[in-house]
């Protein structure tokens, strides 16, 4: 099996080839009683899932059906095939040779770079965002092939990353100031048509004063925590690129939530 870096769709590219995703459809179409279901789909849970990141599926789900979005969930096991018709695809964090295997098993499987190519929603944690770019160093350090979907390069840093983090996210997102927790030795930079996703405030993130990276529907964060369940209008983001504007939450849905955010928040005491 060749594990050289001739697929890779976005690292790289040459002049005439278009920076943007091929295909992007629209929003989930409607159905006679509102939106149809939204399909989620949580790869490789038995090699990419730790600090909690199936709490970002569980977020996701939850708010989904609390605008009365219907949810339907595949959770995919990396001897199982990765669907293709999925509309939001999660990655989570994992250790140094679960990662190897499972960018190994993702790049022969097919599925997850051709969800890509329709313009499907990608958010992966950790390693999971590490897979998703053009490389990453392996247990010694090793460049190992990603799956090339955001053209980012990850490469293993002098030290670990460890401890929570506060950033604030690009503007043109909406999304509010991030927090969450980070354990990793990569670093990663990103090519010239990548941005990053938010700027750190306290932490590492991607260890140049950034933090996650976007292009498209894509994204990658450092952050577990997880993610999604400290961080709701990032979750909210990633509903409404599949399932269009969505109206608010009960705000009662959200106390625990919004406690559990502004504990995170204060306990970093970084800069208004
Ligand atoms: N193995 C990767 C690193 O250390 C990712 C770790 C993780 O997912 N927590 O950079």
């Known amino acids: 099996m060749s594990e050289g870096l001739g697929r890779h769709r976005l690292g790289s590219r040459g002049p005439q080839e278009p920076p943007v995703p091929r295909r992007v459809p629209g929003p989930v179409p409607p159905g006679p009683d509102g939106p149809s279901a939204i399909r989620l ?18 977020t996701l789900a939850r708010r989904a059906r609390l605008r009365g979005i219907g949810v339907e969930i595949a959770e995919v096991n990396s001897d199982q095939q990765v669907p293709v018709d999925g509309d939001i695809y999660l990655l989570g964090g994992g250790e140094d040779l679960p990662q190897v295997l499972a960018a190994r098993r993702l790049r022969a499987d097919g599925g997850l770079t051709a969800a890509a190519d329709r313009g499907a929603v990608i958010f992966a944690v950790c390693a999971g965002y590490q897979i998703i770019g053009t490389e990453f160093g392996g247990p010694e350090g090793e460049p190992v092939p990603g799956l090339g979907l955001l053209d980012i390069r990850s490469g293993r840093g002098e030290r670990r990353g460890v401890g929570e983090v506060t950033a604030d996210v690009d503007p043109a997102l909406g999304v509010e100031r991030l927090t969450g927790f980070e354990n990793h030795q990569g ?4 090519g010239p048509e990548v941005k990053p996703l938010a700027t750190v405030l306290t932490g590492v993130g991607n260890g140049d004063g950034t933090e996650g990276a976007y292009y498209g529907r894509v994204v990658g964060t450092y952050l577990h925590g997880p993610a ?6 990032l979750a909210d983001l990633l509903l409404s690129w599949a399932a269009g504007p969505l109206p608010a939450i009960d705000s009662r849905q959200e106390d625990l939530v919004l406690k559990l955010r502004g504990e995170r928040l204060a306990s970093q005491s970084s800069p208004a």
């Open 41 to 58: 789909v949580w790869v490789y849970p038995d090699l990419l899932s730790t600090y909690g990141d199936r709490g970002n599926l569980l």
């Open 228 to 233: 999604l369940v400290r961080n709701p209008s």
């Open 187 to 190: 670093v990663t930079r990103r």
